[in-house]
C-alpha cells in the first residue's frame, strides 16, 4: 500500500499534548486557553441546542452568522463583502485551508509557504498534487526575506501562502510589505491564501495589515480566520473564508464534499454571540497582552532569552544559555521531563530547519495562575 503522505507522523502539537499528560507537566505546548469562552456564548448554545436547531446548516453557513461576518469584515477592514458571495463558514480555520488548496492546487503546482510555518499547509498541497516550495523567513524577527521570495518564484508558482499574525514567532506582515507582495505577483498569475486565524492578537498598539483591506491583493486571495482563537473555544472547530466571488465559488465546490457544512447551534450562537457583543474582539488585544507581559516580566528571571512577541499567543524562547548541546525537540522533552512545562520544538515546523537554532514555542493563553505555576518552573531551569 503506497501511502499518500509517507513523510507525515503524528502532529507535534498532538505528541507534545501527550507528553505533557503522561507527564502531568503544564502544557504550554499545544495552542489553546484553559480558561473557557464567553459565557453568554456558551449559554447562546446550549440554548438553540435545545430549541431544536440541531439539522444541517446551509452549505455556505448560517446566514445571519455570514451577515455578522460580513460586518465585522467592514468594521475592522473597511471592505464591504457581500455575505452571500464572498463568506463561507467552514468546520475550522485547517478544513478552510484545505478546501481553498484542493480547489486551486492541480498536479505540478507549486505553493510558496514561509518557515517556520503551520503544519497544515504541506500536506494539504501534497494531497493536491502539488509541491510546497519553503521560504525560510529572516532569523531574528522573521521578517520576509525578499530576495529568497524572488528566487523561489516559477512559472508553475500558483499559490503564495502568508500566515499573519505568524505561528510560532507572532511577526506581522505590515501594509508596505503587503504592497510589495501586491508589486511581486501583479502581472503572473498566483493567488493568496492568508492565514489570519490571529488576527486580533496584535500587541503594543501595533495594527493587522489584513489582505482584506487591501484591493489588490484581496481580488486574489482565501482570506481565513478561526472562532476557536477569537471566543476561546479552539474545541468548537468553527473558521470562515472570506474571497471574491468566483474563488468563494470554486472553494465551495470542495467544501462541499468534503464536509458539506459547519455544525449548526455553534454558528447560531456565534451570529448571535457576534451580534450581541461586537467589543469583544476590541478587547482582545489587551486581553493577551496583559497575559504576554506577565509570563515574559516573570520569565525575565530566567536563563531563558526572548524579545516579546508583537502577536499571537505565542512567546518563543532561545534556551541556548542553558542546554546548547540539546537540539529544540530533545529540549521540549527534556523540559517536559525533568523540569514539568511542555513546549513547541520550533524546528519541526520547517522544511531545512537551522541546526543551531534554539527556540522553544511558549503558549501564554492560560490563567494567571498556570503562567506564574510555568515561569516558576522555567525559573529554576
Ligand atoms: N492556522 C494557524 C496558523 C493556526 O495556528 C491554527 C490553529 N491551530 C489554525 C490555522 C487552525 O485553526 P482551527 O482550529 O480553526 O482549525
Ligand atoms: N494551532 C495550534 C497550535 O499551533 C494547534 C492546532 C492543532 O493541534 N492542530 O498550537
Known amino acids: 500500500f503506497a501511502s499518500k503522505l509517507p513523510s507525515v507522523g503524528t502532529t507535534i502539537f498532538t505528541t507534545m499534548s501527550q507528553l505533557a499528560a503522561q507527564t502531568g507537566a503544564i502544557n504550554l505546548s499545544q495552542g489553546f486557553p484553559d480558561y473557557d469562552g464567553p459565557e453568554a456564548l456558551r449559554e447562546a448554545l446550549a440554548r438553540h441546542v435545545a430549541a431544536g436547531h440541531n439539522q444541517y446548516a446551509p452549505m455556505t453557513g448560517l446566514p445571519a452568522l455570514r451577515e455578522q461576518i460580513a460586518v465585522k469584515v467592514e468594521r475592522l477592514y473597511g471592505r464591504a463583502v457581500s455575505a452571500d458571495s464572498e463568506v463561507t463558514v467552514t468546520p475550522g480555520a485547517t478544513q478552510a485551508i484545505f478546501c481553498a488548496i484542493q480547489a486551486l492546487i492541480h498536479p505540478g503546482d507549486e505553493v510558496i509557504v514561509f518557515d517556520p510555518c503551520y503544519d497544515s499547509y504541506d500536506p494539504a498541497v501534497s494531497l493536491a498534487g502539488g509541491r510546497c516550495v519553503h521560504v525560510p523567513l529572516a532569523s531574528g524577527d522573521f521578517a520576509i526575506d525578499w530576495q529568497l521570495l524572488e528566487a523561489a518564484l516559477s512559472p508553475r508558482t500558483r499559490l503564495i501562502i502568508l500566515n499573519t499574525p505568524h505561528n510560532p514567532s507572532g511577526a506581522l506582515i505590515s501594509r508596505a510589505e503587503l504592497d510589495r507582495l501586491a508589486t511581486l505577483i501583479r502581472d503572473r498569475d498566483i493567488y493568496l491564501l492568508s492565514d489570519e486565524v490571529y488576527e486580533h492578537l496584535v500587541f503594543d498598539g501595533r495594527e493587522h495589515a489584513s489582505v482584506l483591506g487591501h484591493d489588490e491583493l484581496y481580488a486574489r486571495a482565501f482570506v481565513i480566520s478561526s472562532f476557536g482563537k477569537t471566543y476561546h473555544v479552539t474545541g468548537w472547530k468553527t473558521g470562515y473564508v472570506v474571497a ?138
Do not use: N
Not at 267 to 292: G, I, N, S
Not at 324 to 339: C, F, K, N
Open 244 to 381: 471574491p466571488p468566483a474563488l468563494s465559488a470554486e472553494l465551495r465546490k470542495v467544501h462541499q464534499y468534503v464536509s458539506f457544512c459547519g455544525v449548526t447551534p455553534l454558528q447560531c450562537a456565534l451570529a448571535d454571540f457576534m451580534a450581541a457583543c461586537p467589543e469583544h474582539v476590541d478587547e482582545l488585544p489587551a486581553f493577551y497582552q496583559a497575559k504576554r507581559d506577565l509570563f515574559c516580566d516573570l520569565l525575565a528571571a530566567s536563563r531563558f532569552s526572548f524579545r516579546r512577541t508583537p502577536g499571537t499567543y505565542f512567546q518563543l524562547a532561545d534556551y541556548s544559555a542553558i542546554r546548547p548541546d540539546l537540539d529544540d525537540v530533545a529540549m521540549a522533552q527534556w523540559l517536559t521531563r525533568e523540569h514539568g512545562v511542555a513546549a513547541i520544538p520550533v524546528s519541526v515546523l520547517c522544511k531545512q530547519p537551522d541546526p543551531s537554532q534554539r527556540l522553544l514555542r511558549f503558549c501564554f493563553a492560560k490563567r494567571e495562575d498556570t503562567l506564574r505555576q510555568a515561569a516558576e518552573k522555567l525559573r529554576q531551569v
